[in-house]
T-cell receptor, first 109, second 114 residues
Framework: QKEVEQDPGPLSVPEGAIVSLNCTYS??????FMWYRQYSRKGPELLMY????GNKEDGRFTAQVDKSSKYISLFIRDSQPSDSATYLC?????????FGSGTKLNVKP | GAGVSQTPSNKVTEKGKYVELRCDPI?????LYWYRQSLGQGPEFLIY????????DSGLPNDRFFAVRPEGSVSTLKIQRTERGDSAVYLC????????????FGEGSRLTVL
């Protein structure tokens, strides 16, 4: 079993839709949680960083962490074609970062 | 520079050749990571430096792979006797504090072994 599981998609939505991206994990020692956006042939770009459980909002993006369920989510409101990319979740204990395999999102104009 | 810089952005080599990939982290970041990413996959951990020393090299696939960070800033990933299976994007990332901090990536070095 992988440390971090992420649905690879692809996920296709119309412009303006609310997008929900999710990851599950198995290691209860994870404390730090991140979401990255990766455009084709580019490096991952950090979108959100959260510590422990709870919500964090930044513009159209909201990150949620539920440590009791070992489940994290990224919500994108009013999605735009420019949001079309692969979204990677990542998390760390005090030793390493662990990444999901990424969900490919396509926002159709 | 403002971000993590990696060179070369693309490298094509022949099987059996030696390759060096360079990473210049964000100024002041003590932690530096190398990852490898294959198509459709997330980044796969290779090695982690805290300062000049390799704190964790458990992700290096075999002894053909080696990395150095002699002055605690720039790092070089070295691959000897390259194989076709080494073809991937090699990503470098840096963090101010290590695993408790935000991790920032470069654009990657795309290695193709013919």
């Amino acid at each position: 079993q992988k440390e971090v599981e992420q649905d690879p998609g692809p996920l296709s939505v119309p412009e303006g839709a609310i997008v929900s991206l999710n990851c599950t994990y198995s290691n209860s020692a994870f404390q730090y949680f991140m979401w990255y956006r990766q455009y084709s042939r580019k490096g991952p770009e950090l979108l959100m960083y959260t510590y422990s459980s709870g919500n964090k909002e930044d513009g159209r993006f909201t990150a949620q962490v539920d440590k009791s369920s070992k489940y994290i989510s990224l919500f994108i409101r009013d999605s735009q074609p420019s949001d079309s990319a692969t979204y990677l979740c990542a998390m760390s204990d005090f030793n390493k970062f662990y990444f999901g395999s990424g969900t490919k999102l396509n926002v159709k104009p | 520079g403002a971000g993590v810089s990696q060179t070369p952005s693309n490298k094509v080599t022949e099987k059996g050749k030696y390759v060096e990939l360079r990473c210049d982290p964000i100024s002041g970041h003590t932690a530096l990571y190398w990852y490898r990413q294959s198509l459709g996959q997330g980044p796969e951990f290779l090695i982690y430096f805290q300062g000049t020393g390799a704190a964790d090299d458990s992700g290096l696939p075999n002894d053909r792979f080696f990395a150095v960070r002699p002055e605690g800033s720039v790092s070089t990933l070295k691959i000897q006797r390259t194989e076709r299976g080494d073809s991937a994007v090699y990503l470098c990332a840096s963090s101010l504090t290590g695993t408790t901090g935000e991790l920032f990536f470069g654009e990657g070095s795309r290695l193709t072994v013919l």
